[in-house]
């Protein structure tokens, strides 16, 4: 079976709830970083100071078909499919050459 990464980029405010639901379809072993400025808008300003949320990168390794089942469910589930909500989306771990993990490369 194929291995697939899926990498859900989110509001942090949406974390937990993006790893409850890949750890119910199976996919409990995931790796979250933290970001900004990833092309949302300007969430508010105050006083003339802008806020620019958070954002979380969650990626997981995973079969192509538990990959897919938890995309589709991020996505319709967190809203991901409205602008500036964030996106889940899936590669192919065949096709990622150099990139070192902890079972080893990916092979081209």
């Known amino acids: 079976m194929a291995e697939t990464f899926l990498i859900a980029i989110i509001d942090q405010d949406r974390e ?11 996919g409990a072993d995931g790796t979250v970083m933290q970001g900004s400025g990833l092309g949302f808008p300007d969430h508010m300003t105050f006083l003339g100071v ?7 990168i969650c990626i997981w390794e995973l079969d192509e078909e538990r990959a897919e089942r938890i995309s589709r469910r991020l996505n319709l589930e ?13 590669l ?12 080893g490369f990916a092979q081209p």
């Open 16 to 26: 937990e709830q993006a790893l409850a639901i890949a750890a119910e379809e199976g």
């Open 50 to 56: 802008t806020y620019q949320g958070q954002e979380s």
């Open 78 to 90: 967190l809203d991901l499919l409205q602008p500036y909500n964030g996106l889940a989306f899936t």
């Open 92 to 103: 192919d771990a065949q096709a990622l050459a150099g990139l070192q993990f902890v079972g």
